[in-house]
T-cell receptor
Framework: AQSVAQPEDQVNVAEGNPLTVKCTYSVSGNPYLFWYVQYPNRGLQFLLKYITGDNLVKGSYGFEAEFNKSQTSFHLKKPSALVSDSALYFCAVRDDDYKLSFGAGTTVTVRA | KAGVTQTPRYLIKTRGQQVTLSCSPISGHRSVSWYQQTPGQGLQFLFEYFSETQRNKGNFPGRFSGRQFSNSRSEMNVSTLELGDSALYLC?????????????FGPGTRLTVT
């Protein structure tokens, strides 16, 4: 069974509008959750993680994510998107085999 | 602090050949993980090494192997290359391991098999 799912292949928003990238997970035990971003022709960059504690996690570049245990979700959010946020975003979870399992990725396009 | 470096950045090989990719982690990081990224399959975990021991392995055939040296540098080898092995191979290092702490990725090695 897939450990993490990103239901949207693409998200398009206008600059200045809120940005949400969705992620749901399926693991037994307490989830370790991560968000990474990949800019064109570059490796992935860490944005934020949830291991325990506050359900709202703040990360790099103004991003935050909300952990929701009842909905098994970990959506990435940014209150006001920038054109420079256009990139490929990956959600990841430590799966039951202690490997990091990545979602398929969501391409975010922010139009000026 | 220097980031994760991978060499070479680009490779073109022929079916049946073998290839070795190299990864130098961030200083002090003992965990190195390898991933294959393709448009069709996305990011797939290959294996993780921690202090020279393979700690975890993904679902790839035995043609894919790796090792880690005492200075934490890692290599991965692919033997008997197939067209489907064309991909971006990413290396990542971390302090506590792939599933427990953030990973720092290198720029990748783009392998093309013809």
């Amino acid at each position: 069974a897939q450990s993490v799912a990103q239901p949207e292949d693409q998200v398009n928003v206008a600059e200045g509008n809120p940005l949400t990238v969705k992620c749901t997970y399926s693991v037994s035990g307490n989830p370790y959750l991560f968000w990474y971003v990949q800019y064109p022709n570059r490796g992935l960059q860490f944005l934020l993680k949830y291991i325990t504690g506050d359900n709202l996690v703040k990360g790099s570049y103004g991003f935050e994510a909300e952990f929701n245990k009842s909905q098994t979700s970990f959506h990435l959010k940014k209150p006001s998107a920038l054109v420079s946020d256009s990139a490929l975003y990956f959600c990841a979870v430590r799966d039951d085999d202690y490997k990091l399992s990545f979602g398929a990725g969501t391409t975010v396009t922010v139009r000026a | 602090k220097a980031g994760v470096t991978q060499t070479p950045r680009y490779l073109i090989k022929t079916r049946g050949q073998q290839v070795t990719l190299s990864c130098s982690p961030i200083s002090g990081h003992r965990s190195v993980s390898w991933y294959q990224q393709t448009p069709g399959q996305g990011l797939q975990f290959l294996f993780e090494y921690f202090s020279e021991t393979q700690r975890n392995k993904g679902n790839f055939p035995g043609r894919f192997s790796g090792r880690q040296f005492s200075n934490s540098r890692s290599e991965m080898n692919v033997s008997t290359l197939e067209l489907g092995d064309s991909a971006l191979y990413l290396c990542a290092s971390s302090l506590a391991g792939a599933g427990g702490s953030e990973q720092y990725f290198g720029p990748g090695t783009r392998l093309t098999v013809t």
